[in-house]
């Protein structure tokens, strides 16, 4: 097939760039593939980020690619639909995460539906911080579509809630293969300042409200209450809360045991923090899935998730990890004291194991059946 992907794409940095960058480069290798990148993304006003691009050389996607996009100009939308036009592409690939790109998507997809499909690969359906009104918009702009791909089976609901009658695909969110396979555990503690006999406990990704931090920083409390020897580290940049958190480690004795790194963490450090882990663990109040987990399956990590949106499909309890109920900070202590660190080491042959169910090849043969 001849696709067209519309999505950030390296230099930009966050989860929807490094998902689209590596859908691309899978599809290259069956289909011919044109890439509309953004040239704007967001405007300074709208990111509470230090920065929205990465700071050390990327790889660009191996195929013919325009930095087009420019989110409030709606000129360059319909520059990007005739260079896509341009191609002939037989289907159209819109990454969609937020509602905020909605005009610029919806009018690309009426200046290209006559001439081949289009389908919206959406990471959210509904947003983590919900605004009022959005409903009938997103109704209207999936129902634009003519196909749909969502990444777990709560988007799926998600679009049963709108009344979205375009055809969907309920698909699954893929490992992330391109950090290598990191250095041994004892090595990568010691280049994080840990003793190799501390347990390691990981939150790793950009701090929001919505991903439940505080609930976490409430089970270390009870962990340093019983005892229970462990190091926090969580590793990310804080887009809003780093003060309250700070001072919330400041008041339960903590700062022997729990690091806040407030920074973006790039590639190439990546495989060192989940290498150093013993667990990782996802306290959020709302998801409908997350590329966490699957970094944490690639790097043969176990999980602690909460029962939200559609962290809990990928999980098998007591197998690759834990599910506990949002928002319960007692719970996660439960669960982390009763398995520190020897319960979480025996899960890793589990964990190896299940992460064969989540490659970029199922993916791209599922999508491909859902195109076809």
Request: proline share 8%; with cysteine; charged share 20%.
């Amino acid at each position: 097939m001849r696709i067209a992907l519309v999505s950030p794409l390296p230099p930009y940095r966050g989860g929807i760039a490094a998902f689209s960058h590596l859908l691309g480069t899978h599809l290259l290798a069956r289909h011919e593939l044109y890439a509309v990148n953004f040239r704007r993304l967001y405007p300074p006003f709208f990111f509470p980020g230090q920065s929205q691009t990465l700071t050390t050389a990327t790889v660009p996607l191996p195929a013919p690619a325009d930095t087009l996009l420019d989110s409030l100009l709606p000129a360059s939308w319909d520059r990007a639909a005739r260079r896509i036009r341009d191609f002939r592409p037989d289907v159209s690939i819109f990454a969609y995460w937020m509602p905020y790109f909605i005009p610029a998507y919806w009018r690309m997809l009426a200046l290209l539906r006559p001439h081949g499909r289009a389908v919206i690969l959406c990471h959210n359906v509904e947003e983590h911080e919900s605004q009022p009104g959005l409903r009938w918009l997103k109704r209207r702009f999936f129902g634009a579509a003519d196909g749909l791909v969502v990444l777990s089976d709560d988007g799926r609901r998600q679009l049963q809630r709108l009344a979205v009658s375009t055809p969907a695909a309920t698909l699954f969110h893929p490992t992330y293969p391109g950090y290598g396979d990191g250095p041994p555990q004892a090595e990568a503690k010691a280049r994080l300042g840990l003793d190799s006999g501390t347990p390691m406990i990981l939150f790793f990704g950009l701090v929001r409200p919505y991903k439940g931090l505080a609930h976490l920083l409430e089970a270390a409390r009870l962990l340093q209450q019983r005892g229970v020897r462990f190091h926090l580290r969580v590793a990310g940049e804080f887009y809003q809360g780093y003060q309250e958190a700070a001072r919330a480690v400041a008041r339960h004795g903590l700062t022997h045991s729990v690091v806040l790194e407030n920074r973006f963490i790039p590639d190439r450090e990546v495989a060192t923090y989940f290498s150093a882990a013993d667990v990782v663990v996802l306290p959020y109040l709302s998801a409908t899935q997350s590329g966490v987990v699957q970094l944490a399956y690639q790097f043969q990590r176990p999980v602690v998730v909460t029962a939200v949106g559609g962290l809990a499909e990928v999980v098998q309890p007591g197998r690759t990890g834990f599910v506990v109920p949002p928002a319960d900070g007692a719970a996660l202590a439960d669960v982390l004291a009763k398995n520190l660190p020897a319960g979480f080491a025996k899960l890793r042959g589990a964990v190896a194991s299940a992460r064969e169910a989540f490659t970029w090849e199922r993916f791209i043969a599922r999508l491909e059946h859902f195109l076809a």
